[in-house]
């Protein structure tokens, strides 16, 4: 559902991501981990369509996001750390508009739903503005699987959630998956990683250090303790790396 | 900790300056600085210090006449300045709040310094605001007062700082009334009744003094001048102006002797603002807080453009119902609509516009012969011209206020061109909306404009003409202004990378006469190739037709252009890289 082949992205001298590969395919969900600067937004960024890459090749779903954009833009939904919403829409304008730019026939039925579902319908008519910061999230969430999207990308998102959300967020996430879309997870929270994700990708200074199933993955850097956790793992993957390309459980 | 504050400010200020200097290494913020430092020096300086002192042709006369300007800008400065020291105390309702930034606000306040450094930081910090509108206001008086330029230059910076702190010291004073139970209104009508006790005093001395004006004091500027001075020179006047004129008076100093002589009782009264201000602190961190906030958001709606985001918001009507199947072009224009607000609302204008040529035609009938209906059509006609240029400037319900949310545009399913197209739709719509029934009120409430009457069939084509490349002069326009936002991001406001001073100044004027030069190149065919098809075909077809068939072939290129337009900014859409773009105010 996910390819991505030799990514790179450069501003100017800089090299924010430099020949990335990987892929996630359906049902799977994908933790990218880093540390700060490591590229995982751009690299979200690039595979959204938001920012053009420097080079590599990007397919969802088939659809290649160079050549045939609008058809790759079509089967995915992304969610950046900040909501981004209209100041002058109401959230159910919001869904209204989001219909007509995607063709979602039966917007209103699915907008009401996706209302209820993540208890947004008492919010229908408020704008952004008024909403809290866990709402606005929801509400870019609902936004963005109107479409019915196969492939979501988040980029931390649990951030100003409440336990409630958190918990719903996480919910959402699984069963997304378990309907079979390919799920991408940008975060630096690596218990929810550990929590939700089948596969991990690891990255440093823009280059991918590990990548493969969750367990192949615990397999590689736990060395003499295998039921180390994945906060060990990120550890002894970022901290003994200089930021080469690791050949990554996975290959790649 | 003094030191450490002005640390602070020190480094900012430098800092700000590195940052502004480095961007000239960018060729368009050069071409920008140097575009704004030839008009600042063009239009200021030539004459400040390379040419003849300028006079203004009011002053010059009256200083043949004998006037002594001087002394009468003196009084007339003293008189201005008692009014906004009464205006200090009279008007403000809110509690005392210092500027602070948010940053500000998030480490001084929670840091150990005192109330009174705060205090001592803000007025350092003010020091460079208050030194730019001493030169600003130093230059744009430059004809209408003498002296040499650093005692005009230190004159105005002691008149400013001496407002400043009396603003600070009036709003902690009125904060102490506030907190002993003196609510706003009983503090109103103290301010108010004192100064009408003082009027009514300063009237029942002239009354009683025998000096009120006489007609010869009527008779001439020579006369009336003498009055004003003989009044304010003697009696009550002028120790009640004293303090005023104190502060006026290095203002108006002729030579740096004069300026030697007036400035120490001025700074002698900025002194004692500063002591009142330094120990008379109150709670200020509260309301402070709240200006931080509110000016955070002002800021960010300036920058976003959506200067309506400074009211707060309120939910509005759809425009009309969305279908979820469609062009997305007409999403965007529905989406825009909202922004626009529900002044346009399809029912909203259709009603107005129904209603507004009923009581046109009820007027221009009931007003038969009379000269006011043509007159007012004419103005109107006048206004639908216009807004062919100022509207397109000031409708940006489109692409430049949709800046904040280009991440989410970048990601939809639609092309680039269709996006641009469905942006710019709103404001297209509603300006050519606009002009248009400009148009239809002009020539309800036209058509005995002398000398026209008899050309009625001319005249109509004309209207028709002009109402029918109204579309496409709009469209064309819009898409200039949209083309600059999204080829030069960082130098439009909408960018993140802020500009001041001369580049901001040099910056507007490049983009001014980018935007008359593209429309001027825009127009040369279209307009060319109407007007000839206008005199090729006048001897053989009516008026009445030969001006339509004119602006439909006119049109058709517009459209064409903007077709070609719209394609060549899609694509600049669909490439632009907005991480380098706007994160760094532009590449």
Known sequence: MIEVEQLGKRY?????????????????????????????????????????????????????????????????AYFPDEPRLFDYLTVRQHLRFMARLYHVPDAEARGRQLLEELELADKADALPGTLSRGMKQKLAIACGLLHGPRVVLFDEPLTGLDPYGIRRMKDAIRRRAGEGMAILVSSHLLHLVEEICSHLLIVKQGRKVAWGPMEDVRRQFAEASPDASLEEIFFRATGGSDGVAGTGAGGG | MFRTLVYLVACQWWNRVLSQVRRLRQPKYLAAAAAGL?????????????????????????????????????????????????????????RAALDFSEAEVAFLFPAPVGRRTLVHYKVL???????????????????????????????????????????????????????????TGRR??????????????????????????????????????????????????????????????????????????????A??????????????????????????????????????????????????????????????????????????????????????????????MAMKGAMRGSAGPPMLGMLLLVSAVLSLVVGPQVATFDLRQSFGTLEVLKTLPVPGWRLVLGEVAASWVVLTVVQWFLLVLAAVLGGRVPGWAERGWLAAGLGVGLALVIPGLNLLSLLI?????????????????????????????????????????????????????????????????????????????????????????????????????????GS
């Open chain 2, 38 to 94: 030839a008009y600042f020096y063009w239009f200021f300086l030539r004459n400040m210090f390379l040419g003849p002192p300028g006079v203004s042709p009011f002053r010059a006369a009256g200083a043949e006449r004998g006037i002594e300007w001087a002394a009468l800008w003196e009084v007339a400065g003293a008189l201005g300045v008692a009014a906004m020291v009464v205006a200090a105390w009279l008007f403000p309702r809110k």
């Open chain 2, 125 to 183: 910090r003010g020091q460079l605001g208050i030194l730019l509108g001493a030169v600003l206001m130093m230059l744009m008086s430059a004809r209408s007062t003498t002296g040499p330029v650093w005692v005009r230059l230190l004159g105005w910076w002691t008149l400013i700082a001496a407002l400043e702190l009396h603003r600070l010291g009036a709003a902690f004073a009125r904060t102490r009334l506030l907190d002993r139970g003196m609510t």
């Open chain 2, 267 to 360: 700074w002698a009264v900025l002194g004692v603002l500063y002591g009142w201000v330094i120990r008379s602190t109150v709670a200020f961190e509260e309301a402070s807080v709240e200006r931080a906030a509110l000016r955070a958001r002002a800021q960010a709606a300036v920058r976003s453009g959506n200067w309506q985001l400074l009211e707060g918001l309120r939910p509005r009507r759809d425009p009309f119902r969305l279908a979820p199947l469609g062009l997305p072009e007409i999403g965007f224009l529905w989406k825009n609509l909202i922004v626009a607000g529900s002044t346009f609302s399809v029912r909203f204008w259709v009603s107005l516009g129904v209603g507004l040529v009923v009581a046109a």
């Open chain 1, 12 to 76: 100017g001298d800089f090299a924010a991501v430099t020949d990335l590969s990987f892929t996630v395919g359906s049902g799977e969900v994908l933790g990218l981990v880093g540390p700060n600067g490591a590229g995982k937004t751009t690299t979200l960024r690039c595979l959204s369509g938001i920012i053009p890459p420097s080079q590599g090749a990007i397919r969802i779903c088939g659809h290649d996001l160079g050549q045939a954009p609008l058809l790759a833009k079509r089967e995915l």
């Open chain 2, 481 to 585: 202004h949209n083309g600059a936002a999204l080829l030069f991001p960082g130098w439009t406001r909408f960018g993140a990378g802020p500009s001041h001073g001369f580049e901001a100044m040099g910056r507007n004027l490049l983009m001014m006469v980018g935007v008359i030069v593209s429309m001027a190149l825009a127009l040369a065919v279209p307009g060319l190739a109407g007007a000839a098809v206008f005199f090729v075909t006048r001897g053989v077809l009516p008026f009445a037709v030969v001006a339509p068939l004119g602006a439909l072939l006119a049109l058709g290129l517009m459209l064409v252009e903007a077709y070609a337009g719209l394609r060549m900014l899609g694509d600049r859409f669909e490439r632009m890289d907005i991480s380098t773009e706007l994160a760094a105010g």
């Open chain 2, 188 to 265: 109103r009508l103290w301010v108010l009744g004192t100064a009408l006790v003082v009027a009514a005093g300063f009237f029942a001395w002239v009354w009683r003094a025998q000096v009120m004006p006489t007609a010869g004091d009527w008779a001439s500027m020579e006369s009336m001048a003498a009055y004003a001075g003989r009044v304010s020179d003697s009696g009550p006047l002028y120790w009640l102006l004293l303090p005023f004129r104190v502060m006026v008076r290095p203002l108006v100093a002729g030579s740096g002797g004069a300026f030697a002589a007036a400035i120490v009782p």
